[in-house]
């Protein structure tokens, strides 16, 4: 059973930076490629970046230049570095596992983080 404990999000101004990070259990975590989605209010769950096991990496096009993913497999975490953040990037961030590649979606969630971009 793997488990994922999201961590960062909070109230931040427009054209400030969060970092989200997501705590995993297991010991398979290694091998897993790990994805952040976001999910605003009315829409529906997006991908926002993905990143393999050996680092490489899928972003979205409208996080790109602005959202970093990263992880570090000796701590079992995966992070999401934001910036230049928007309105537009208020969402319920949330960390996904088990992906069968850098477009799809693992069966494995957490139980997501608020990030509201707001003056």
């Known amino acids: 059973q793997v488990q994922l404990v999201e961590s960062g999000g909070g109230l931040v101004q427009p054209g400030g930076s969060l970092r989200l990070s997501c705590a995993a259990s297991?010991?398979?975590?290694?091998?897993?490629?790990m994805g952040w989605y976001r999910q605003a209010p009315g829409k529906q769950r997006e991908l926002v970046a993905a990143?393999?096991?050996?680092?490489?990496?899928n972003y979205a096009d409208s996080m790109k230049g602005r959202f970093t993913i990263s992880r570090d497999n000796a701590k079992n975490t995966v992070y999401l570095r934001m910036t230049s953040l928007k309105p537009e990037d208020t969402a319920v961030y949330y960390c996904?596992?088990?992906?069968?590649?850098?477009w799809g979606r693992g069966p494995h969630w957490g139980q997501g983080t608020q990030v509201t971009v707001s003056s």
């Open positions: 990143i393999t096991s050996s680092g490489s990496t």
């Open positions: 996904n596992a088990g992906a069968p590649n850098l």
């Open positions: 297991g010991s398979i975590f290694s091998i897993y490629v």
